[in-house]
């Protein structure tokens, strides 16, 4: 795989060249059991919590979230 900096940065790319900002909804399902084993829907192989936490901080820094929710 590409590994979650490379995919955040081309998508950071990608969105910051074709819209205004972005909706970042986080769905706790989306997480490893591992690390978010209280969910509804537990699936094994989700994206760790690093992962995420990585992801959000490059979001943040880009400056193109306008608005956000985080679900479970």
Not at 3 to 14: A, D, P
Request: some cysteine; hydrophobic content about 40%; charged content about 20%.
């Amino acid at each position: 795989g590409l590994g979650m900096t490379k995919v955040i940065e081309e998508t950071i790319e990608y969105l910051s060249a074709n819209c205004d900002g972005i909706h970042l909804s986080l769905d706790l399902d989306g997480l490893d059991p591992s690390d978010a084993p209280g969910v509804g829907t537990p699936v094994v192989g989700g994206i760790s919590y690093r992962e995420s936490h990585l992801a959000m901080e490059m979001l943040y820094d880009a400056d193109i979230i306008t608005s956000a929710e985080f679900v479970e």
